[in-house]
């Protein structure tokens, strides 16, 4: 009987498959998850798509804009939006979507980048994009007063038509922006974000007093 082989034999090649490419864009979960598990899959994202950005010939360095990008998604899920025992569910629903489409970016990002380290010109806009709507998100935050009004307070009829409006609008804002990368419908179903977050608003609403303590998000979907 002969010895073993001690290495496996060689692979037929034409017998094999090809090789699959990475896919250009990863599928997305659209689960509930909250903010912070949806911050921490963006940060594996960012961190890994970091090490391939390079400077271009230009001198123009992107990481710089990426850096924005993580800065933007803390503030927009800042302690002092999302978190608190009688904030606002809506808000941290908002903050979850924003770190999704942020994660999102940088995966498409990792998979499509050049030889060279360097993104499209079609993402650089969108990472532009993404960073601007962060900012928005923070300024709307402050300019509805989040940070101070307990839900609570919006039971009072103008100020419950106040600031659902301006985080609707919020809301509107982001799958704006996810329309603008052209997905597949069944791959990125934003179509079931204005249902969610019109069900989690009833649910914040609700609460007639101090004592209720805010819903979880991933029990209202």
């Not at 060279?116 to 990472?127: D, H, K, M, N, T």
Request: glycine share 6%; proline share 10%.
């Amino acid at each position: 009987m002969p010895p073993p082989p001690t290495s496996p034999p060689p692979v037929d090649e034409k017998k094999s498959p090809p090789p699959q490419a990475p896919p250009l864009l990863p599928y997305s979960d659209n689960t509930i998850l909250g903010f912070p598990k949806r911050r921490s899959q963006f940060e594996s994202s960012y961190e890994t798509l970091l090490v391939f950005i390079k400077p271009s010939q230009r001198g123009l360095d992107h990481k710089k804009l990426l850096l924005r990008l993580a800065e933007q998604v803390n503030r927009v899920g800042g302690r002092k939006y999302v978190g608190r025992q009688m904030g606002f569910g809506v808000v941290e629903y908002l903050a979850e979507k924003y770190a999704m489409i942020a994660r999102r970016l940088c995966k498409v990002m990792r998979h499509t980048i050049g030889p060279g380290g360097q993104p499209s010109a079609s993402q650089i806009r969108l990472l532009y994009q993404t960073v601007d709507e962060g900012e928005l998100i923070v300024r709307h935050f402050s300019r509805l007063g989040i940070p101070r009004l307990d839900p609570w307070q919006a039971n009072i009829k103008w100020k419950a038509d106040e600031v659902g409006e301006g985080l609707e609008y919020l809301m509107w804002r982001l799958i704006k922006l996810v329309d603008e990368w052209d997905l597949p419908t069944d791959d990125w179903p934003v179509e079931l974000w204005s249902r969610t977050f019109a069900k989690i608003w009833e649910a914040d609403v609700t609460r007639k007093t101090r004592d209720v303590p805010r819903p979880g998000i991933c029990s209202i979907a």
